[in-house]
């Protein structure tokens, strides 16, 4: 799993209590390919759908947690004029 740091503005926030989250998006194809892939003995990693977000982003990053994290990152990138 990747430490918490926002994965829009890059805001390390592993010491700040009760700020941000962790988001699961909805899958793509190349994410089911991973979590099968994931099955296998051995295979650690960070699930491609989910993403770190601030206390800043984090709000609008879950209204968006329907689309996949591309789709979210493109209208997050829009709303916070990125």
């Given at each position: ?35 099968n ?30 689309l ?8 997050l ?6």
């Amino acid at each position: 799993m990747q430490p918490p740091i926002c994965f829009l503005c890059d805001k390390d926030f592993r010491h700040s209590e009760g700020e941000g989250g962790l988001i699961y998006f909805a899958l793509t194809e190349k994410d089911k390919e991973w979590h099968n892939k994931q099955r296998e003995k051995g295979f650690v990693g960070h699930p491609p759908e989910a993403a770190w977000f601030c206390g800043d982003h984090y709000p609008e990053a879950k209204k968006l947690g329907s689309l996949t994290r591309p789709e979210a990152m493109k209208k997050l990138r829009e709303i916070f004029s990125l």
